[in-house]
């Protein structure tokens, strides 16, 4: 089973259509055609990506990507459990990230999981110093 959690970047970058967009759309074309790929994206990280169309364009056109979300092959993941919860509290007080990077780092860790990503100033040193699979899209 091939899994992946996306981190907000990555969903904001593949319907912005930026560099390395290419990259996330194999990986939902995967998803689909493919029964043993699974991507997964905690709803934080959703919120993420949520609040970045509202303040880019719109509440309109941030419901409307909601909506598209859920049509796509991606897992929302609605619950923060014990072991996700640890983990990225742990991740967070070690390496003074965001909240909503260390949630989505934990998830992958928890689900053996790559992270998609391109925050290199976020998560360069811990692929470096833990246990993480990362997939850079840029």
């Given at each position: 089973m091939?899994?992946?959690v996306?981190?907000a970047c990555?969903?904001?970058?593949y319907?912005?259509k930026?560099?390395g967009?290419?990259?996330i759309?194999e990986?939902f074309?995967?998803?689909?055609d493919n029964?043993?790929t699974?991507?997964?994206?905690?709803?934080?990280?959703?919120l993420e990506?949520?609040?970045d169309?509202?303040?880019?364009?719109?509440?309109?056109?941030?419901q409307?990507m909601?909506?598209?979300v859920?049509e796509?092959?991606?897992?929302?993941i609605?619950e923060l459990n014990?072991?996700?919860?640890?983990?990225a509290g742990?991740?967070?007080?070690?390496?003074?990230i965001?909240?909503?990077?260390?949630?989505?780092l934990?998830?992958?860790?928890?689900?053996s999981?790559r992270?998609?990503?391109s925050?290199?100033?976020?998560?360069d040193?811990i692929?470096?110093q833990?246990?993480?699979?990362?997939q850079?899209?840029?």
């Amino acid at each position: 089973m091939n899994a992946f959690v996306l981190d907000a970047c990555a969903l904001i970058a593949y319907f912005a259509k930026e560099n390395g967009a290419e990259i996330i759309k194999e990986i939902f074309e995967r998803a689909i055609d493919n029964k043993d790929t699974i991507i997964f994206m905690h709803k934080i990280n959703l919120l993420e990506v949520y609040y970045d169309v509202i303040k880019t364009y719109n509440e309109q056109e941030a419901q409307r990507m909601l909506e598209i979300v859920a049509e796509m092959p991606i897992k929302i993941i609605h619950e923060l459990n014990d072991v996700v919860f640890k983990r990225a509290g742990l991740l967070k007080s070690k390496y003074r990230i965001s909240l909503a990077d260390s949630i989505a780092l934990a998830e992958s860790t928890t689900r053996s999981a790559r992270l998609i990503s391109s925050d290199h100033h976020e998560f360069d040193i811990i692929e470096k110093q833990e246990q993480v699979a990362i997939q850079w899209f840029r």
